[in-house]
């Protein structure tokens, strides 16, 4: 068993949004994904893979095959393999999501 302060996964960067991770274990990762205010993830899919995402601090949008969704604290957010995903802090706050990438078996 291992046990992580996601917390301190929260680390951020003036430059562009960070991505921490917290485990890596055969198919599943599971990470941290860190905005500040105007940092974006560009859009991207996640081929043969399912996508949970928790936000753990702040707000933002969530943009899903181009239907945009907005996203606060508490948040569980899934996607799946061609949808594309993107994510943008549009608050005043920074930003802090949960990530676990579970790819499907071939």
């Known amino acids: 068993m291992t046990i992580k302060k996601a917390g301190e996964a929260q680390t951020f960067s003036d430059a562009r949004f960070t991505k921490n991770v917290l485990f890596s274990e055969g198919k599943s990762t599971a990470f941290v994904l860190n905005f500040f205010p105007g940092q974006a993830l560009p859009p991207h899919p996640h081929p043969n893979a399912h996508v949970y995402l928790y936000v753990m601090e702040g707000s933002g949008i969530c943009t899903i095959d181009d239907e ?37 078996s071939s």
């Not at 608050?91 to 499907?104: C, D, F, M, N, T």
Request: charged share 25%.
């Open 68 to 104: 945009k969704h907005d996203i606060t604290v508490k948040d569980v957010i899934h996607c799946e393999d061609n949808q594309v995903l993107s994510i943008e802090n549009m608050g005043s706050e920074q930003l802090s999501i949960y990530v676990v990438l579970a790819r499907k």
